[in-house]
């Protein structure tokens, strides 16, 4: 009898046990009971029924990436090409996401597939290739509305890998090559127009720096010239004061030593000729000196007629 009752407090405890549940964080329980939706158990400690409650389904509430296999898909311009997605999404409601569809992941991807054949339908070539972020956005709001029935919020979708076939590579790589070599050959143009351009411009700088440094030196020696004939001017007048300073020097002399009023008007005029020194070409002499002038031609005259 007592190891009956062991047993049966044994299996009391491993029952009363298995009806504590701990739900971790970024998770949510879906609790069944008798069959039938009963709730769901966010993050922390809950107890169920023993027997009639059961946990259906733990759901993870975090954000997951899917990657789904390339798609074939033909463009407004008739190009087939293959196309390789990732979708980025987040589980808002574990009882939609546990009751609204078999199987989740699946119905993603041919939606995926279907809304990415509708997109690139309108969509030539060229603008599929240069267009990825319209196509995600248009994606990404066509699959959120049609997944939030299943408790299912879709945040975003990329355009993974686009490959076109393998002819239009082969032209978009050739045409690539002669992009690069275009642009090569304008680069190279451009960078010779640069050279000759700063080519001339350095001739030109030079030549006017040549035409100013000639023109300084015609001034400089102007300069010197005006200077030499400045300083001779000034050793001319200079002599010249020098010999009236003699020569008044001498008059003074002469009337010191009692010289009489005609002699002095003789060396005067005998100053005078110094003075002119034969390059004067008019001299005005005063009305005294002439007389003594006139006075002494006469004397002279005179003395031949003897």
């Given at each position: 009898m007592g190891f009956l009752f062991v047993v049966l407090l044994v299996i009391l405890i491993m029952i009363l046990a298995s009806c504590i549940k701990i739900v971790p964080q970024a998770y949510g329980y879906v609790v069944e009971r008798l069959g039938a939706y009963q709730g769901t158990w966010s993050v922390g400690l809950h107890i169920k029924m023993p027997i009639i409650d059961k946990v259906a389904k733990k759901i993870n509430l975090k954000e997951q990436v899917v990657d789904f296999a390339p798609q074939p898909v033909i463009t407004k311009d008739n190009v087939t090409m293959r196309i390789d997605t990732v979708v980025f999404f987040q589980i808002t409601d574990p009882k939609l996401f546990a009751y609204g569809v078999e199987n989740p992941i699946m119905a993603i991807e041919n939606l995926t597939a279907t809304t990415l054949r509708n997109v690139i339908g309108e969509m030539e070539l060229d603008q599929t290739l240069t267009s990825r972020e319209i196509i995600n956005t248009k994606m990404r709001a066509s699959l959120d509305e049609a997944t939030d029935p299943w408790g299912i919020k879709v945040n975003r979708v990329e355009l993974k890998n686009i490959i076109p076939p393998a002819e239009i590579q082969n032209a978009m790589?050739?045409?690539?090559?002669?992009?690069?070599?275009?642009?090569?050959?304008?680069?190279?143009?451009?960078?010779?127009?640069?050279?000759?351009?700063?080519?001339?411009?350095?001739?030109?700088?030079?030549?006017?720096?040549?035409?100013?440094?000639?023109?300084?030196?015609?001034?400089?020696?102007?300069?010197?010239?005006?200077?030499?004939?400045?300083?001779?001017?000034?050793?001319?007048?200079?002599?010249?004061?020098?010999?009236?300073?003699?020569?008044?020097?001498?008059?003074?002399?002469?009337?010191?030593?009692?010289?009489?009023?005609?002699?002095?008007?003789?060396?005067?005029?005998?100053?005078?000729?110094?003075?002119?020194?034969?390059?004067?070409?008019?001299?005005?002499?005063?009305?005294?000196?002439?007389?003594?002038?006139?006075?002494?031609?006469?004397?002279?005259?005179i003395a031949s007629e003897k």
């Open positions: 790589e050739k045409q690539m090559k002669a992009e690069r070599e275009r642009r090569e050959a304008v680069t190279r143009a451009e960078g010779e127009k640069k050279a000759s351009i700063l080519e001339a411009e350095g001739k030109k700088a030079a030549a006017i720096l040549e035409a100013e440094a000639e023109k300084q030196s015609a001034i400089l020696r102007a300069e010197a010239e005006k200077e030499k004939m400045i300083r001779e001017a000034e050793g001319q007048a200079e002599a010249i004061m020098k010999v009236q300073q003699a020569t008044a020097d001498g008059i003074r002399m002469i009337r010191e030593a009692g010289a009489d009023e005609a002699v002095l008007r003789l060396k005067s005029l005998e100053a005078f000729e110094k003075a002119a020194d034969g390059k004067a070409t008019k001299i005005i002499v005063p009305s005294e000196i002439q007389g003594i002038a006139g006075l002494v031609s006469s004397i002279k005259e």
